[in-house]
Protein backbone atom coordinates (compact mmCIF):
# COMPACT_ATOMS: atom_id res chain seq x y z
CA UNK A 1 0.00 0.00 0.00
CA UNK A 2 2.77 2.10 1.00
CA UNK A 3 4.71 1.84 -2.51
CA UNK A 4 1.34 2.82 -4.29
CA UNK A 5 0.81 5.79 -2.38
CA UNK A 6 4.48 6.97 -3.04
CA UNK A 7 3.77 5.99 -6.72
CA UNK A 8 0.73 8.19 -6.77
CA UNK A 9 2.71 11.34 -5.23
CA UNK A 10 5.36 10.86 -7.32
CA UNK A 11 3.25 10.61 -10.51
CA UNK A 12 1.86 14.22 -9.27
CA UNK A 13 5.16 15.99 -8.78
CA UNK A 14 6.18 15.24 -11.73
CA UNK A 15 2.73 16.16 -13.94
CA UNK A 16 3.14 19.57 -11.81
CA UNK A 17 6.47 19.90 -13.04
CA UNK A 18 5.75 19.00 -16.53
CA UNK A 19 2.99 21.15 -16.95
CA UNK A 20 4.66 24.33 -15.53
CA UNK A 21 8.41 23.25 -17.60
CA UNK A 22 6.99 23.08 -21.06
CA UNK A 23 7.80 25.62 -24.10
CA UNK A 24 5.31 26.86 -26.08
CA UNK A 25 5.38 25.14 -29.51
CA UNK A 26 1.30 26.47 -31.01
CA UNK A 27 1.65 28.72 -34.18
CA UNK A 28 -0.76 31.00 -32.32
CA UNK A 29 -3.86 28.98 -31.67
CA UNK A 30 -5.51 29.47 -28.26
CA UNK A 31 -4.73 32.79 -28.00
CA UNK A 32 -6.70 35.95 -28.10
CA UNK A 33 -5.26 38.40 -29.92
CA UNK A 34 -7.06 42.25 -29.47
CA UNK A 35 -5.39 43.74 -32.58
CA UNK A 36 -6.09 45.00 -36.04
CA UNK A 37 -4.75 47.00 -38.66
CA UNK A 38 -5.41 50.65 -37.74
CA UNK A 39 -4.80 50.02 -34.06
CA UNK A 40 -1.21 49.08 -35.29
CA UNK A 41 -0.56 52.10 -36.98
CA UNK A 42 -1.63 54.53 -33.90
CA UNK A 43 0.67 52.26 -30.80
CA UNK A 44 1.97 54.81 -28.36
CA UNK A 45 2.96 52.54 -25.51
CA UNK A 46 4.54 49.25 -26.00
CA UNK A 47 5.18 46.93 -23.41
CA UNK A 48 7.41 43.73 -23.52
CA UNK A 49 6.42 41.26 -20.85
CA UNK A 50 8.38 38.06 -20.16
CA UNK A 51 6.84 35.03 -18.02
CA UNK A 52 10.12 33.11 -15.72
CA UNK A 53 8.61 30.28 -13.49
CA UNK A 54 7.01 31.49 -11.68
CA UNK A 55 7.01 35.66 -12.06
CA UNK A 56 6.61 37.88 -14.59
CA UNK A 57 10.05 40.45 -15.57
CA UNK A 58 8.23 43.52 -13.51
CA UNK A 59 6.05 43.99 -10.53
CA UNK A 60 4.89 46.93 -12.43
CA UNK A 61 4.39 48.67 -15.61
CA UNK A 62 3.41 52.08 -16.56
CA UNK A 63 1.43 53.05 -19.29
CA UNK A 64 -0.94 56.58 -20.28
CA UNK A 65 -4.61 56.52 -20.27
CA UNK A 66 -6.29 57.38 -23.52
CA UNK A 67 -3.27 56.38 -25.47
CA UNK A 68 -2.78 52.92 -27.45
CA UNK A 69 -0.73 49.97 -25.74
CA UNK A 70 0.68 47.12 -27.72
CA UNK A 71 1.25 44.42 -25.43
CA UNK A 72 4.16 41.25 -25.94
CA UNK A 73 4.40 38.72 -23.83
CA UNK A 74 6.98 35.46 -24.06
CA UNK A 75 7.59 32.79 -22.01
CA UNK A 76 11.18 32.28 -21.26
CA UNK A 77 10.35 29.33 -18.88
CA UNK A 78 7.63 27.28 -18.49
CA UNK A 79 3.92 27.47 -19.73
CA UNK A 80 1.97 30.82 -19.11
CA UNK A 81 -0.24 33.47 -20.10
CA UNK A 82 -1.71 36.93 -19.18
CA UNK A 83 -4.62 38.53 -18.05
CA UNK A 84 -5.84 41.99 -17.23
CA UNK A 85 -9.12 42.39 -16.20
CA UNK A 86 -11.11 45.27 -17.48
CA UNK A 87 -8.80 46.36 -20.01
CA UNK A 88 -9.95 43.07 -22.57
CA UNK A 89 -6.69 41.78 -22.47
CA UNK A 90 -6.31 37.77 -22.62
CA UNK A 91 -2.99 36.23 -24.16
CA UNK A 92 -2.58 32.36 -23.46
CA UNK A 93 1.00 31.36 -24.38
CA UNK A 94 3.36 33.59 -26.65
CA UNK A 95 1.32 36.29 -27.90
CA UNK A 96 0.38 40.06 -28.18
CA UNK A 97 -2.57 42.19 -27.92
CA UNK A 98 -3.77 46.29 -28.10
CA UNK A 99 -5.77 47.77 -25.70
CA UNK A 100 -6.53 51.05 -24.79
CA UNK A 101 -7.26 51.77 -21.07
CA UNK A 102 -9.94 54.44 -20.51
CA UNK A 103 -9.29 55.97 -17.61
CA UNK A 104 -6.49 56.20 -14.52
CA UNK A 105 -5.96 53.60 -12.47
CA UNK A 106 -4.09 50.49 -11.21
CA UNK A 107 -4.70 46.86 -12.77
CA UNK A 108 -3.86 43.57 -11.55
CA UNK A 109 -1.75 41.71 -14.17
CA UNK A 110 -2.01 38.24 -13.80
CA UNK A 111 -0.93 34.57 -14.89
CA UNK A 112 -4.44 32.88 -16.91
CA UNK A 113 -2.82 29.51 -17.22
CA UNK A 114 -2.74 27.09 -14.51
CA UNK A 115 0.97 26.60 -14.24
CA UNK A 116 2.02 24.76 -11.04
CA UNK A 117 2.53 25.86 -7.14
CA UNK A 118 3.50 29.21 -7.76
CA UNK A 119 0.71 30.07 -10.03
CA UNK A 120 -1.41 32.40 -7.97
CA UNK A 121 1.65 34.18 -6.90
CA UNK A 122 1.87 35.32 -10.41
CA UNK A 123 0.92 38.68 -10.44
CA UNK A 124 2.05 42.23 -11.34
CA UNK A 125 0.31 45.88 -11.53
CA UNK A 126 -0.32 47.78 -14.46
CA UNK A 127 -0.59 51.74 -13.64
CA UNK A 128 -2.34 53.60 -15.71
CA UNK A 129 -1.74 57.49 -15.27
Known amino acids: MKKWLLAT ?3 SVLFV ?5 G ?3 SNGTGQVENTS ?19 FDQTEYTVKSGETV ?4 ANKEGM ?3 AIDG ?11 TFTPPEP ?11 GTGHADMKSTLIVT
Not at 17 to 21: E, H, I, N, S, T
Not at 43 to 53: D, F, H, K, P, R
Not at 70 to 73: A, L, P
Request: with cysteine; proline share 2%; glycine share 10%.
Open 37 to 55: SSDEANVSNELNITAINFE
Open 17 to 21: LAACG
Open 23 to 25: KDT
Open 9 to 11: FFL
Open 80 to 82: HGI
Open 87 to 97: LDVDIKGDGGA
Open 70 to 73: KISF
Open 105 to 115: GEYTIYCNIPC
